[in-house]
């Protein structure tokens, strides 16, 4: 069966830190893979996706930046963090049928 | 272009009551719709989905929703709230490539003993 790990599970960054989440999928191969963010009180923002190792795909200009480095592997990063970057970062992945699946979350608080 | 609309970002009912949470989506073709579940501090657990089969559409822990085209509306439905209900509940659209997903802005479900 398919499984979806995010880690680290919490984070508490200094703004101007760099940020690193990564995103590992297991048991299915070539997924679509994505990134959302959850700001407090507010629905689901997709930053990025992917299709393929390489590909990466921007949903709004930001402070981040991601990549797919191997085909189950999808990592959310920055150089340096911002307020506004706080919130709940949740990566998903699809495969043959339409419905999203989703890992657990992080929980980034920058300070 | 694709947008869902949740009316209601807070619903609260009783145990036992009705539950009725509405989701509006506007498409240019016909979507694939969704809903999911979220409880706090964790990741989105998918209840059920609609991809052009029966518009009656039961998933699990005992909701339902209904896919209405000419209304627009995919409301998700439970006859008989529990406690364990209490979560936000987030609609969603996406297309036939499945590239990406449109989610509504959520409903926090709220039962009342």
């Known amino acids: 069966s398919q499984t979806i790990h995010q880690w680290p599970a919490t984070l508490v960054q200094p703004v101007g830190s760099p940020l690193s989440l990564e995103c590992t999928v297991e048991?299915?191969?070539?997924?679509?893979l994505y990134w959302y963010r959850q700001a407090a009180g507010r629905g689901l923002q997709l930053l990025f996706y992917s299709v393929g190792i390489g590909q990466i795909s921007s949903e709004v200009p930001q402070n981040l930046s991601a990549s797919r480095p191997q085909d189950r592997q999808f990592i959310l990063s920055s150089k340096k963090l911002l307020l506004s970057d706080s919130g709940f970062y949740l990566c998903a992945w699809t495969e043959m049928g339409p419905e999203q699946f989703f890992g657990p979350g992080t929980r980034l608080t920058v300070l | 272009a694709q947008s869902v609309t949740q009316l209601g970002s807070h619903v609260s009912v009783s145990e036992g009551a009705l539950v009725l949470l509405r989701c509006n989506y506007s498409?240019?073709?016909?979507?694939?719709l969704f809903w999911y579940v979220q409880y706090p501090n964790q990741g989105l657990q998918l209840l059920l989905k609609y991809t052009s089969a029966a518009t009656l559409v039961k998933g699990i822990n005992g909701f339902e929703a209904e896919f209405k085209k000419s209304e627009t509306s995919f409301h998700l439905t439970k006859p008989s709230a529990h406690m364990s209900d209490a979560a936000e509940y987030f609609c969603?659209?996406?297309?036939?490539?499945?590239?990406?997903?449109?989610f509504g802005s959520g409903t926090k479900l709220n039962v009342k003993p």
């Open positions: 048991g299915t191969s070539n997924p679509n």
């Open positions: 969603a659209v996406s297309l036939y490539n499945f590239n990406k997903f449109y």
């Open positions: 498409s240019s073709v016909p979507p694939y």
